[in-house]
């Protein structure tokens, strides 16, 4: 089982960006998967939900600027991230929130939000 994220970068406040994150080594398609990020000194905070079948999930403070997406046929999640602001600024993991591999995580990508 294995998640590769992808796509983290230096941005300046306003701009966006597209993170993937490709999957192997399960059932992608029959799977829930899920977007956290994780800011220097701070816990592990949810960024966004996908299930099977494509239903999305955000916290309030996510909703609007970040949207999650999959395409089953690549195995890859994506999370579209617009209008990001500097305190967007942490590591971004995928992982998968559901059935035998629940938990798993890849290694992250960084994404900086800096002028």
């Known amino acids: 089982v294995q998640l590769v994220e992808s796509g983290g970068a230096l941005v300046q406040p306003g701009g966006s960006l597209r993170l993937s994150c490709v999957a192997s080594g399960f059932t992608f398609s029959y799977s829930a998967m899920k977007w956290a990020r994780q800011a220097p000194g701070k816990g592990l905070e949810w960024v966004a939900n996908i299930d099977w079948n494509g239903s999305t999930h955000y916290p309030d403070s996510m909703r609007g600027r970040f949207t999650v997406s999959r395409d089953n046929a690549k195995n890859t999640m994506y999370l579209q991230m617009n209008n990001l602001k500097p305190e967007d600024t942490a590591l971004y993991y995928c992982?998968?929130?559901?059935?035998?591999?629940?938990?798993?995580r890849g290694q992250g990508t960084q994404v900086t939000v800096s002028s």
């Open positions: 992982s998968i929130d559901s059935g035998f591999n629940a938990g798993t």
